[in-house]
């Protein structure tokens, strides 16, 4: 008499409930981004020399950060996840996103896509976001981004930290949310003007 193939009958046996087994949270019914207070509005092309174009190059960030989770600090080394809220993209991708709009309304400078390695602006903006979400006990969000600008031909490099802070009434993911937004707009407008005209 021949064995069962111990092997496929657990796998058989196990089929069933492949479709009850989830091994990732559920995803929330929206996902949160971020947009710009005054949006680039269509109209003509923007024409700008190397020399006035700004490379804003990918953001890193602290690995807190490195999720698509909605960052809650509970005091200066506790940190945890916000319930119910998560990111379109990681905050980094979203907020360089927002900068690179955000310099191109306030300064008329055109920004490339950094994948467009043939363009090789003068200006060169990088930096890291060191905050970018929920102050537990403060009861605020706050969005820190620590700058820096390099140009060709100058032997200095430009270095700044950003910040901006904005109370929040409750731990709901549409008001954390708003909030970030609002607190990303303001240093993102104050990254714009440091670049300048």
Do not use: H
Not at 63 to 87: C, E, F, M, S
Not at 97 to 119: N, Y
């Amino acid at each position: 008499m021949q064995k069962p193939n111990l092997a496929l009958l657990a796998v058989a046996a196990a089929l069933p409930l492949a479709g009850c087994i989830s091994f990732s949270p559920k995803p929330p019914p929206r996902l949160m981004s971020l947009s710009a207070t005054t949006p680039l509005a269509p109209g003509p092309a923007i024409t700008a020399a190397d020399s006035r174009a700004v490379a804003v190059a990918p953001f890193s960030a602290i690995p807190q950060l490195g999720t698509q989770r909605v960052l809650v600090t509970d005091g200066p080394t506790a940190v945890a996840y916000l319930k119910g809220g998560l990111w379109a993209s990681q905050p980094s991708n979203l907020f360089r996103s927002l900068v690179a709009e955000t310099i191109t309304v306030r300064t008329g400078r055109v920004v490339p896509d950094p994948r467009l390695l043939a363009i090789q602006p003068d200006t060169r903006l990088s930096g890291q976001l060191s905050a970018f979400g929920l102050d537990g006990p403060g009861q605020a969000v706050v969005v820190t981004f620590d700058g820096t600008i390099a140009r060709t031909g100058s032997d200095s490099i430009q270095s700044r930290r950003f910040s901006a802070r904005v109370p929040v009434a409750s731990e709901q993911p549409d008001v954390v949310a708003s909030a970030l937004n609002q607190a990303a707009n303001q240093v993102a407008g104050e990254v714009a003007d440091w670049i300048g005209r």
